[in-house]
C-alpha cells in the first residue's frame, strides 16, 4: 500500500500531553479514517471521503515526499524553508516493514509553517521541482498541487485557531 503522510489537529491546552506522547493523538487507522473505510476492518468498502473532519485531519497521501523536497535543504545550499518542519521525516526500514516517522508541532510552530506555505505558488512548485536537485516530473508536481492547497487550507487554520499538529509518515 505505500508509505503515506496522515496529520491529526490538537488543542493548545494539549500540548504539554501530544508532546510527551504524539502517537496518543494518532488515530489507531489513519488510513480507515483518510478513505472512509470503518477501522480496523480487514474487508470493506472505501468511500473515499475521509471520515474525519478536515478541520482535525489532513491526509497527504504519498505527496509528502514531493512536499518534503520541495521544501527541504538542497544540495546547492538551500536551507530548508519553515514549512519542511511538517514534511521532515523518514520511515525507518526493518524485516517486517517500516518503524513510522512522528512528530508534534506545537501551535507556535504553525504561525511561520502557515506563512511559509502561502509562499509556495503552484508555479513555483511546478518551475522548482525542475530545477533543483529533487528534480520533481511535470506529473509529480500535478499530483502534489492538490494536496499542497490542502496542506495550505489546514495549516492557515490550525495557525488561526491557535491550535498544533502530530504527523505520521508511515
Same mark, same amino acid.
Given at each position: 500500500?505505500?508509505?503515506?503522510?496522515?496529520?491529526?489537529?490538537?488543542?493548545?491546552?494539549?500540548?504539554?500531553?501530544?508532546?510527551?506522547?504524539?502517537?496518543?493523538?494518532?488515530?489507531?487507522?489513519?488510513?480507515?479514517?483518510?478513505?472512509?473505510?470503518?477501522?480496523?476492518?480487514?474487508?470493506?468498502?472505501?468511500?473515499?471521503?475521509?471520515?474525519?473532519?478536515?478541520?482535525?485531519?489532513?491526509?497527504?497521501?504519498?505527496?509528502?515526499?514531493?512536499?518534503?523536497?520541495?521544501?527541504?535543504?538542497?544540495?546547492?545550499?538551500?536551507?530548508?524553508?519553515?514549512?519542511?518542519?511538517?514534511?521532515?521525516?523518514?520511515?525507518?526500514?526493518?524485516?517486517?516493514?517500516? $518503524?513510522?516517522? =512522528?512528530?508534534? &508541532?506545537?501551535? /507556535?510552530?504553525?504561525?511561520?509553517? #502557515?506563512?511559509?506555505? +502561502?509562499?509556495?505558488?503552484?508555479?513555483?512548485?511546478?518551475?522548482?521541482?525542475?530545477?533543483?536537485?529533487?528534480?520533481?516530473?511535470?506529473?509529480?508536481? $500535478?499530483?502534489? =498541487?492538490?494536496? &499542497?492547497?490542502? /496542506?495550505?487550507?489546514?495549516?492557515? #487554520?490550525?495557525?488561526? +485557531?491557535?491550535?498544533?499538529?502530530?504527523?505520521?509518515?508511515?
Amino acid at each position: 500500500m505505500g508509505i503515506r503522510y496522515y496529520a491529526y489537529a490538537f488543542d493548545s491546552e494539549n500540548t504539554e500531553q501530544v508532546l510527551m506522547d504524539p502517537l496518543g493523538f494518532v488515530s489507531r487507522d489513519p488510513l480507515a479514517d483518510a478513505w472512509g473505510m470503518e477501522p480496523g476492518a480487514t474487508i470493506g468498502y472505501p468511500t473515499f471521503k475521509q471520515s474525519t473532519p478536515e478541520r482535525d485531519m489532513l491526509y497527504l497521501d504519498k505527496a509528502w515526499r514531493q512536499l518534503q523536497w520541495l521544501t527541504g535543504p538542497s544540495a546547492e545550499g538551500r536551507d530548508a524553508r519553515p514549512a519542511f518542519r511538517m514534511f521532515e521525516g523518514e520511515v525507518t526500514m526493518h524485516h517486517d516493514g517500516w $518503524e513510522s516517522w =512522528i512528530r508534534a &508541532l506545537t501551535p /507556535a510552530e504553525m504561525v511561520a509553517i #502557515a506563512e511559509d506555505l +502561502e509562499t509556495i505558488s503552484e508555479d513555483t512548485m511546478r518551475v522548482q521541482g525542475t530545477t533543483t536537485s529533487c528534480a520533481l516530473s511535470d506529473s509529480d508536481a $500535478e499530483y502534489a =498541487i492538490p494536496y &499542497l492547497r490542502r /496542506a495550505r487550507t489546514f495549516v492557515r #487554520a490550525l495557525a488561526d +485557531e491557535g491550535r498544533g499538529m502530530v504527523y505520521l509518515i508511515g
